[in-house]
């Protein structure tokens, strides 16, 4: 069994092998192809997985014996959901606001369901949330705020996902609020991203669940690449880029460099 120390470098080492060593059309899209069209396409994807974020831990909590765990799904949830200090709104509705900004009607995302890819991925999470002991449903989801996290960062690039990949779109800076939340809240030491694989590191005590901690985490990072990569691959083609269906799903690191 690895120290705890140990066991969160290793924990990065398989996020960034998983979502960031090679990469997704998404991450073509944002930094060679970026165009308001593009977009709307991930600005009405994501906000159907902001919507359902904070639920999959209200499940987790509902499995989790540990307080201290709980405070943090609960205080991660009412960010989220409730009140974020950093900006007016919660962050789905911060979200909706920069979709609109783009071109979509409110209404419209409020009703809207995803894609066929999206809702694949959704029945992912949701499962492994609902289905799954806590920690490996805790991994799942919250171990998708960890893909920026200094323990990740260490081992190479990741592709931010901030304020400055839509400052081209010259959005007013109202519609953008949502990006600040999400630097402030996720990345960095004792962001959501660090306190994740610190809470992992704390109660997966044995050989046993180190082990499986891992393989959900690489599991986890493979659905959300797939994911990004569905959205980057029509991003390109609102934008005019011509798409290959053809070929391979993960982008060459040349692509995007």
């Known amino acids: 069994m ?8 290793h924990m990065g080492l398989v996020i960034w092998e998983n979502r ?3 990469h997704t059309a998404y991450e073509l899209f944002i930094t060679k192809h970026m165009s308001r069209e593009g977009a709307k396409v991930y600005a009405r994807e994501h906000t159907v997985f902001a919507n359902h974020f904070p639920r999959w831990f209200g499940s987790v909590v509902a499995n989790c014996p540990h307080l201290s765990a709980r405070r943090y799904m609960i205080e991660n949830m009412y960010v989220e959901e409730v009140t974020d200090p950093t900006i007016d709104n919660g962050h789905y509705e911060s979200l909706v606001d920069f979709a609109v900004a783009l071109g979509h009607d409110r209404e419209f995302l409020y009703n809207y369901k995803g894609r066929v890819y999206t809702r694949l991925c959704l029945a992912y999470w949701d499962r492994a949330t609902r289905s799954w002991p806590w920690m490996e449903g805790f991994a799942a989801v919250a171990g998708l705020e960890a893909a920026r996290s200094p323990a990740v960062l260490r081992h190479g690039k990741a592709f931010p996902n901030n304020r400055s990949v839509w400052r081209s779109l010259n959005l007013p800076e109202a519609a953008l609020s949502h990006w600040s939340a999400a630097e402030v809240a996720d990345y960095g030491k004792e962001g959501h991203g660090d306190m994740t694989l610190k809470i992992l590191s704390e109660y997966a005590k044995t050989d046993h669940e180190q082990k499986r901690v891992l393989e959900v985490l690489a599991e986890t990072m493979q659905v959300r690449s ?7 691959r029509e991003a390109l083609k609102a934008t005019g880029v011509p798409v290959d269906d053809e070929q391979h799903p993960i982008w060459t690191a040349e692509a995007v460099a």
Not at 226 to 232: L, Q, T, V, W, Y
Request: proline residues 0%; charged residues 45%.
């Open 2 to 9: 690895e120290s705890r120390e140990d066991f969160e470098k």
């Open 20 to 22: 960031w060593k090679n």
């Open 226 to 232: 797939f994911h990004f990569d569905c959205i980057g």
